[in-house]
């Protein structure tokens, strides 16, 4: 594939996922570290996707502290960072093709637990909420996704539509700074990445504009199961492309 073609399926990547985020508050790491792991490599995508999580986080923070659950917040931000160094071992030690065979089957996994309207065997109490925060923290350092699992477990807290989607955002933006500097800390960020980053920024700006323009117009529940057949097409793309190659 050339490098032009390969540019503009990154930005049509990057772009769904962040319509995506901006409409569901989740699911731009699953969907981006997919698509850009298809065009290249998972030590590449990772720490490409949680830059841009950063900055798609950013401009989605506005207003988000006040409706935010912040019980639920902060436990899932403690067990989060005690989580990462174990994402950031599995980055760094193990073989890049079978990690991303992992991430495929996982993504899958969680998709269709979404769609099945699985309840988690952990419950929703203060241990499950450090279970899924730790294991989040570790795939998102390791992956850069972990979406799907918190989602799955706050819809079961209760949580109102805006709640969720803050909690969500608030969650993302620092476990992802956490991961992002874990990372370079063991020199695990390839040259150039932030330099892409910004190649990328426009079409991850126009994603977001567009996804909170429908968030206003498409129901919360219709928004997060379309999300989540989305996630098990891209799981399935990649499950095949491995299998043939």
């Excluded at 050339?2 to 399926?9: D, E, G, Q, T």
């Excluded at 950063?54 to 931000?77: C, D, F, I, N």
Aim: aromatic content about 6%.
């Amino acid at each position: 594939m050339s490098p032009v073609s390969n540019m503009a399926l990154s930005l049509l990547c990057v772009m769904t996922a962040a319509v995506v985020r901006g409409l569901t508050g989740f699911g731009f790491a699953a969907i981006a570290v997919i698509g850009l792991t298809l065009l290249g490599s998972l030590p590449e995508a990772v720490p490409l996707v949680l830059c841009l999580e950063v900055l798609s986080s950013l401009m989605l923070l506005r207003g988000t502290w006040r409706v935010a659950s912040h019980v639920h917040l902060k436990r899932l931000l403690l067990a989060g960072a005690c989580g990462v160094p174990l994402g950031v071992w599995l980055l760094t030690g193990l073989d890049s093709a079978s990690l991303s065979i992992g991430v495929y089957l996982l993504i899958g996994a969680l998709a269709i637990v979404g769609l099945a309207r699985l309840e988690i065997p952990m419950g929703n109490n203060r241990v499950g909420g450090w279970l899924v925060g730790s294991c989040c923290g570790a795939l998102i350092s390791a992956f850069s996704m972990g979406g799907p699992l918190v989602v799955a477990w706050l819809s079961h807290c209760g949580l109102r539509a805006e709640s969720l989607r803050a909690t969500l955002i608030l969650f993302f933006w620092v476990i992802d700074l956490v991961a992002l500097g874990s990372l370079a800390a063991v020199d695990a960020i390839p040259g150039g990445t932030a330099l892409h980053a910004l190649y990328l920024l426009p079409a991850l700006l126009l994603g977001l504009w567009l996804g909170q323009r429908l968030f206003l117009r498409l129901s919360a529940e219709r928004a997060v199961r379309l999300t989540q057949w989305l996630l098990l097409l891209l799981a399935g793309v990649g499950l095949s492309k491995r299998a043939w190659s």
